[in-house]
């Protein structure tokens, strides 16, 4: 079996890479595996065996770059311009020739290691292991079963030991000559290989892109990538060149296998000690603590007190892992380590026995099958030490991923013709005129009965016919493929409709057209088409329906009297009447309707006419009905107004009608319509009845009033105090946060404190507060500021009526200012030092800093200091002249933000 690690890496000259791992029994066996795959290649020689020269053959590579005809491009518009197809193999080989220089490299090893194993005395490689099994599963077997003998021993168990070769097996002789090197294929466990190719939409449809490796000679894989129209030509201009030659060594195509085989590891060695004597003083507090012993649900305490006493030092588990890298493998191992010592723990400090009864038990209940351990006896103990080496060598499964881009083979190839072609499908042979013919036409509104379309194809003295009918019941498109005569694709049509109950009509004029999707579009032959609509008439409060009588005729054009009548109610405010007439719709319609008041009377209006053909007929109201309109809306403030009542009424003495209207938002918009019998009496009362969310009512007196107008829904409700704050102007970068207290008092009434935080400008807090009738409106409110950097700022409280507020930006406190060296003659005084101070006792803050100005260029010095901070600094100026003097000022004191630098004095003569 192949062995890890590598044997050796080798590096040829043309790129190529191979690694060569040994045989774990016999030195001369090799497994060679390369570093990245190739393309297939297809050997020159007539034996179609694998050429001398691995370069020598053709790449198994095709690009197919096709073009859609015109005409499957029209029949189906779904198609793109065309696309590509490419195929290629790629394999997992060793090329022949680096292979013979691997083999060339390896016999020299071979005959080394031949040649030392040869002189050395003979050595029988020998592996020995031992099982044991003890097991003590309770006294209670040793009872008389149902036969009457013992049911078993209360000890079970084996020991067997197996060595390999059997003793006295003759040694394995060295063969009688050098053994060439030989070349094996690992123990392929699984694989797959994956092809990364470009991704973009618009280069490729759909690939192939990962295969199941064939885990078969050189894992040839075939992939295939289907093109778009861009994508076919980005691969022809990467592979062929503007000559028609290859263009490149490579494709923009990587592959990437994923193989995994068996391996044999490098040996292993796992050490486990303990101090019995320790172990078991440790145990003892493990069972004090357990009294029923070890079960299944103290198994992970078990596993936790082995892992403390391995971190104590009480167990020594160590594994040296040889050459192995791998941390699940030495995972695995320590967790089998730890389970065999607490195994033998167990059956060196422990025995098994049956768990007793429950106390809530009987003597005639079955005794329990769960099986405890019980701590043994010091003087039962075997307080020896225990010591166990183990050497093993480990078998693992071991991947490895070859990848690589591939290399095409072209570049220096004069003819790709084979490799790369470009396909037109626009084949003369298949062309026909594929002609769909649909018919649009308004069926079951035109009464109409089919419509028959005649083609006539000719040319060259050749003609070709066909007609299509369409009715009601086959209105899909239809189609006509003859051969195309001559390449040419004109024809000439011509059609007809028939109606139920009529004569067809005549045919229309022969009409030229080259087009392969032939509409026709069958006009409605004269019809009437008009809408009845009572949008502007009460149904609610004034009608009950309105029958609306229609009636049309055209005796110049053979139209004859016709009626109909629509009737419009409130679930159906509109109607339509159709008729074919087969005639110009050219004249009036005359109508006149019935109105069905809600009162219980009737009126009508005599016959009239539209004014010439229309479509659309308003039904107004009547002009001798006398209405009473009132729109009605809230009014006042709807704060904490559950819902208003407002109940309306009017009685003329003989007459009355009443009605309510409930409101919950102040957005809402009511109407009242009132159907008068006496139109000189147009007064009418209402009165509101609200209830507020703490309980409150307020009802009012009925109000008078008369004639059409709009009514407001007055609210008043309990008195409160309404408070919007904002911060639209803070800057949250340096303050996150804001915290506002407000505190409304009233000697006479309730008081109330609220707090509320802002985190961004756009923040809206409202409060609102219950007072009393003559209740003060004033309230307080404190400013706390939180900076980014600092401790919280806290404003003096302020007392306001303001129902609006908003937060006043806060500044970051600091002393300081931006100078400016306008007035400077550097030519004068090459350079102008400036020395702030800044000092505040009281807060423990002393600052000095020195400006130097070379040029007229401001220069700024701030320093953030606490809110109630001094702002006073002191400033001294130096001025340097050319001649190397110097002359500074008095020192000022200043608070200025901005500090415009004074001339240079004249200066002083020594």
Known sequence: MLKLPAFKHYQFSDGSTATVFQDDAKFWNFYAIPGSPTVRLISKNDGGEDAEDDDSGDPVF????????????????????????????????????????????????????????????????????????????????????????????????????????????????????????KFREPLWVSGKVTMNAPESAGLVNNKVGERPASMLGNFVASFNLDLTPDGATFMQKTLVGEDGSGATDLSPIQVVYELAMRAKLPPARLYIHYNTQEVYHAVQELFHEHPNGCRRDDYYTSETMISTAIEAGLITVKIDMGGVVDDEIEQMMMQQAMNFVQQTLAERLADKEQAPLEEWADADLAESEDEVYRLKRVTEVDMTDFTMTLDFHPTTEYQIAPQGTLATFFHGRTDMDKFVRVVDLNDPFFQTLALQARAFANWQEDDIAFVELEVKYEHGGELKTNTFTFTPEETEPQEWSPSLIDGNREYEYRWRAGFEGREAGKWSKWQKETTRDLNVAVETPGKLAVEVTGAGLDFKDIFNAVLVHLRYEDRLNDVPMA???????????????????????????????????????????????????????????????????????????????????????????????????????????????????????????????????????????????????????????????????????????????????????????????????????????YWSHPIREDGPRSYRYRITY?????????????????????????????????????????????????????????????????LFFTEKQSQSWFKVVPDEASRTYDMTVTWYYEDGSQQSSTPVTLEKPTVVLPKAPARVQA
């Open 786 to 850: 939180f900076p980014l950097d600092g401790d919280p700022v806290v404003r003096d409280w302020q007392v306001t009526e303001e129902e609006s507020l908003i937060i006043p930006r806060y500044e970051v406190p600091k002393v300081g200012a931006e100078f400016k060296p306008i007035f400077q003659n550097f030519s004068l005084t090459p350079g102008v030092e400036v020395t702030l101070s800044y000092n505040d006792a009281q807060h423990g803050i002393q600052e000095t800093e020195t």
């Open 62 to 181: 095709m690009l197919i770059k096709y073009l859609f005809s015109d005409q499957s491009r029209e029949e189906n518009p779904d198609l793109p311009r065309g696309g590509g197809y490419m195929v290629f193999d790629s394999e997992l080989k060793v090329k022949t020739r680096h292979l013979k220089t691997i083999e060339e490299d390896l016999q020299e090893y071979v005959d080394r290691t031949y040649n030392d194993l040869k002189n050395k005395p003979a050595r029988v490689r020998t592996l020995a292991a031992n099982a044991i099994r003890n097991d003590v599963i309770g006294e209670h077997w040793k009872q008389k079963g149902l036969q009457g003998t013992p049911r078993a021993s209360s000890e079970t168990g084996f020991v067997s030991t197996l060595t390999v070769p059997p003793s006295g097996a003759p040694e394995e002789p060295l063969p009688a000559v050098t053994p060439p090197v």
């Open 563 to 765: 009626g109909q009548s629509i009737l419009l109610s409130a679930d159906r405010p509109s109607g339509t009447w159709n008729r074919n007439l087969f005639a110009p719709f050219e004249k009036p319609i005359e109508y006149r309707a019935e109105y069905l008041l809600t009162n219980g009377m009737v009126v009508e209006t005599p016959w009239q006419q539209t004014d010439g053909p229309t479509q659309n007929i308003l039904i107004a109201p009547p002009d001798d009905i006398d209405v009473l309109n009132l729109n009605i809306l809230p009014a006042g403030k709807w704060s904490g107004v559950v819902q208003a009542i407002a109940s309306f009424v009017y009685d003329d003495g003989s007459y009355n009608q009443d009605q309510q209207f409930r409101f919950t938002k102040p957005d809402e918009f009511k109407q009242w319509n009132v159907l008068l019998r006496d139109p000189g009496y147009r007064k009418f009362k209402y009165k509101v009845l609200a209830t507020f969310e703490n309980g409150d009512t307020q009802e009012t007196d009925w109000f008078i009033r008369e004639s059409d107008q709009a009514v407001p829904i007055q609210i008043k409700g309990p008195p409160r105090l309404d408070l919007t704050l904002t911060c639209p102007t803070h800057d949250f970068a340096g303050v996150p946060l804001v915290k506002i207290d407000l505190q409304y008092q009233d000697p006479e009434g309730d008081s109330e404190n609220e707090s509320f935080t802002f985190e961004k400008r756009d923040d809206i807090k």
